[in-house]
C-alpha cells in the first residue's frame, strides 16, 4: 500500500504548489493592474478565489497523506531530515496561509504590499521546496 499512498501525496504536492507558485503572481498582475479596472478587480478576485480553494485541496491531500506515510514509517520521526522536512513544511503552510490574507485584502480594493514586494515573495516557496526536496532526497542526516 505504500507505493500508492506516497504516490497521491506527492500528487497533492504538486497539486498544492501549483497555487502556491502562481497565486502570488496573480497577486502582482492585481496590484499592477490600473485601479479604474473593475471588471478586471472582479476577475483577479474570482482567479485568485478559486486558486486558493484548489490549494487548500492541495494542501489537506499533502498533510494527509503524508501523515499516513509517517504512520507507515515511524522511524522518521526520530531522523533528523524528518524534523527540518516539516519545519520548512510548517514555513510553506504559513507562506500560504498568509496569501489568504493578502487575497482577502486585495478583494476589499486595499494594497497591501507594492508589486516589488510580492515578486520576492513569490521567491520564498522556490528556496522552501529545494530545501524540503533536500532533505527528502538525500537525508543528509
Known sequence: ???WIHTLHVFF????????????????YHVEMDAADQPG??????????????GHIGMGGTYLFGLW??????IWMKQGWMHVKL?????????????????KA???GERP????????YNE?????????LAMVVAKPF
Request: glycine content about 4%; overall charge positive; hydrophobic content about 55%.
Open 13 to 28: 504536492v504538486i497539486a498544492w504548489f501549483t497555487a502556491i507558485f502562481y497565486l502570488p503572481r496573480l497577486f502582482i
Open 1 to 3: 500500500m505504500y507505493p
Open 106 to 108: 486585495l478583494a476589499r
Open 41 to 54: 478587480h472582479q476577475r483577479f478576485q474570482v482567479m485568485e478565489r478559486r486558486l486558493y480553494i484548489m
Open 124 to 132: 520564498v516557496p522556490t528556496v522552501l521546496l529545494l530545501g524540503i
Open 69 to 74: 506515510l509517517l504512520h507507515l514509517q515511524p
Open 87 to 103: 519545519t520548512l513544511l510548517l514555513l510553506l503552510t504559513v507562506h500560504y496561509l498568509y496569501c489568504g490574507r493578502i487575497k
Open 113 to 120: 504590499h507594492g508589486s516589488k514586494w510580492l515578486r520576492w
